[in-house]
């Protein structure tokens, strides 16, 4: 391992800069994904969970944690998948929320607002801020969303579903 | 049976649930009844593979024998699994496969509730994850069941004939299998009789707001447990690890 980045602070800025493949303006760090880096005298272990046990990203995100650390000068790198304690939605900042109603994805409400008996009702548009929203499809494009229309501007749009 | 082999063939239980049931489910795509349903779908298949992939790695490094996850689910023979036989059942007709969902997520959800406590670090990390999506499953299933048991005669009448099609499959939910006498005083496994009663609440309860009449019990299907299996999982099976039997190893 190069010397100056022997730190774990410096190894997990660097992880920090990766962005969630399919919602490239948050990080994985700001989506609660990165967990932990252990360094040991020769090797470097990076943590991470996942948002969904499925979650396609995974595999591209492993692999650029893999060749961020390579171009950086660190070797040995293992990336470690861990389910407990499981991902929750609730770990997203509010800024990250505000980056992600920026790109158009309606950020997830508190989790306890998600019961098995409903799907979570008065999502705010991202578009226009109307609460006059449907659920168009419990599933979205990806595993993390669901798909809700606008009834006032009348745009489609996807909302991060409470997890 | 060692407590080493009875959480081998437990967590290797729980990986094929999600392993055929997620496999049968990707045989919607793309013939959905409508767009959101042909996604909502394959959304289902995604989290049960997830979930199957987690189970049957841990299943692979509990048996020590250097097996992957992939290893377990494309070279072993139909003898050698042990999912339930309803999740390989056909997928049938929408109505079917809404029954299907409604009664396969309810006992999820009460089995994942249970193994989130599990003593087994690992077992109970997976359901953690699982009870969330599964809780999701559920009420995707409970929706469709309602508006189906509530719409036309036509609707009605498919997904009255899919519940009591299915019925007799639903004893194998609550048998207590060797692994479970095994592993459940150590909490590692649960004790699928103490949510027997829960789970035929719940399941009650939908087929009210369904508008449905409760199949009648009578005999029950049974075998998963000892690698028995309906005529269904061989043919599924084939086509699933084609590739791998005929090209062992590929990778891409």
């Known amino acids: ?163 | 049976m060692t407590t080493q082999e009875a959480l081998f063939k437990y967590t290797l239980r729980l990986g094929d649930n999600g392993l055929i049931q997620g496999q049968r489910l990707s045989e919607w795509c793309s013939r959905g009844p409508i767009l959101e349903e042909d996604l909502a779908i394959t959304n289902l298949a995604l989290d049960n593979i997830g979930r199957a992939q987690a189970f049957l790695k841990y299943a692979g490094e509990v048996e020590g024998k250097q097996k992957t996850e992939d290893d377990l689910a494309f070279k072993r023979g139909e003898r050698e699994f042990y999912n339930l036989l309803m999740t390989e059942l056909p997928i049938g007709d929408f109505a079917y496969t809404v029954a299907k969902q409604v009664l396969i997520s309810a006992y999820e959800y009460f089995l994942y509730t249970e193994l989130s406590n599990s003593t087994d670090e690992i077992i109970a990390g997976i359901s953690q994850k699982a009870i969330k999506e599964v809780r999701y499953h559920l009420a995707h299933a409970k929706d469709w069941s309602e508006r189906l048991g509530n719409g036309t005669e036509e609707s009605k009448a498919r997904l009255q004939k899919a519940y009591d099609e299915l019925w007799s499959y639903t004893g194998e939910f609550f048998e207590t299998t060797e692994e479970e006498k095994v592993l459940a005083p150590s909490k590692v496994a649960a004790t699928t009789k103490n949510f027997e009663a829960k789970w035929n609440d719940m399941i009650n309860e939908i087929f009210t707001i369904s508008s449905i009449t409760p199949p009648t019990a009578g005999w029950m299907q049974s075998g998963s447990q000892n690698g028995i299996h309906t005529e269904h999982l061989g043919h599924l099976l084939s086509e699933m690890q084609y590739l791998q039997r005929a090209y062992p190893d590929a990778k891409w």
């Open chain 1, 1 to 163: 391992m190069v010397k100056d980045l022997q730190s774990k602070e410096a190894i997990f800025q660097l992880l920090s800069q990766i962005v969630d493949p399919e919602i490239p303006v948050v990080t994985i760090e700001e989506m609660g994904m990165l967990r932990d880096v252990v360094i040991t005298e020769n090797a470097c272990e990076v943590i991470i969970t996942p948002t969904y046990t499925a979650c396609p990203a995974m595999g591209i995100i492993e692999d650029d944690i893999q060749s961020v650390l390579r171009e950086n000068g660190v070797e040995n790198v293992t990336v470690t998948l861990v389910y407990s304690p499981a991902w929750t939605t609730d770990l997203m900042t509010e800024a990250t929320k505000e980056k992600l109603k920026n790109y158009g994805i309606a950020a997830p409400m508190h989790s306890a607002c998600s019961t098995w008996m409903t799907a979570a009702e008065h999502v705010t548009c991202p578009r226009c801020n109307s609460q006059h929203t449907q659920l168009i499809s419990k599933f979205g494009s990806t595993a993390c969303k669901a798909l809700y229309a606008c009834q006032d501007c009348l745009e489609p749009f996807d909302y991060f579903k409470c997890h």
